[in-house]
């Protein structure tokens, strides 16, 4: 089967606030949970490596899928010795998936190794997905031909309501679903915290955490497609 890379955020500060913020730790273990009952590999990457900031957010300790992530040895073991994007081989992997939470609107989207892992992953036939704040990531991805990875296609994202709802509008370096529709992308979104997905030729984005395991089932399903011609 495929091997497949969940990419984490590095930055732990939430803007000027004081709080602590990082990579949502539901939107991690969903979708690794998704993957590995695929029979699909896993691996971590952060932008920095070492062992990436988690948040739990108030109300999740009740999910089991994210206690048995963080009770988990290899998984744990694996998150604690993060490679930084500097020295992850992209041509190891079918797809890359980001991972959402705050921290990734801060180190995501000026990452030069994040990026070269993205779009060689997308350009050998390979998935480049990302969820909730995860989309981050693709805002200034471009092509080998110099066009933007989601210049006219369909993506979504934590969208400006959800933002709101959190009181964070302000503490955002900026609004992502603003971002997206300002690169080009074609925008869409679903009642705040909704799940909704879109995929757009091997393009695949999800809104929010409810989204985090659908998309990875897109992801999951495009590589049973693909795995002929993918890498693994």
């Not at 200034?140 to 031909?145: P, V």
């Not at 934590?158 to 971002?179: A, I, K, Q």
């Amino acid at each position: 089967m495929a091997k497949i890379l969940l990419a984490v955020s590095s930055h732990d500060v939430l803007g000027d606030t004081g709080n602590r913020t990082g990579y949502s730790v539901s939107e991690a273990a969903h979708p690794y949970n998704v993957f590995v009952s695929a029979g699909h590999e896993v691996d971590f990457v952060s932008v920095l490596g070492g062992e990436p900031p988690a948040v739990v957010f108030d109300g999740e300790e009740n999910d089991p899928e994210i206690m048995g992530f963080l009770a988990d040895e290899i998984v744990q073991a694996k998150l604690a010795v993060t490679r930084p994007a500097s020295q992850v081989r992209s041509e190891e992997y079918a797809a890359i998936y980001y991972v959402g939470g705050h921290g990734a609107m801060w180190d995501f989207p000026d990452s030069p190794d994040l990026a070269r892992i993205a779009i060689d992953i997308y350009e050998r036939g390979g998935v480049v997905s990302a969820v909730c704040h995860g989309p981050a990531a693709l805002v200034n991805l471009r092509l080998s031909d110099g066009t933007r990875l989601i210049e006219g296609k369909r993506v979504t994202s934590f969208s400006n309501e959800e933002e709101h709802s959190l009181g964070l509008v302000d503490v955002m370096p900026f609004l992502l679903e603003d971002r997206l529709k300002q690169r080009g992308a074609h925008h869409s979104k679903a009642p705040a915290y909704e799940a909704h997905t879109e995929s757009d030729e091997r393009v695949m984005t999800g809104q929010n955490p409810a989204s985090a395991a659908p998309l990875a089932e897109l992801v999951v399903a495009e590589l049973k497609n693909t795995l002929g011609t993918s890498p693994r």
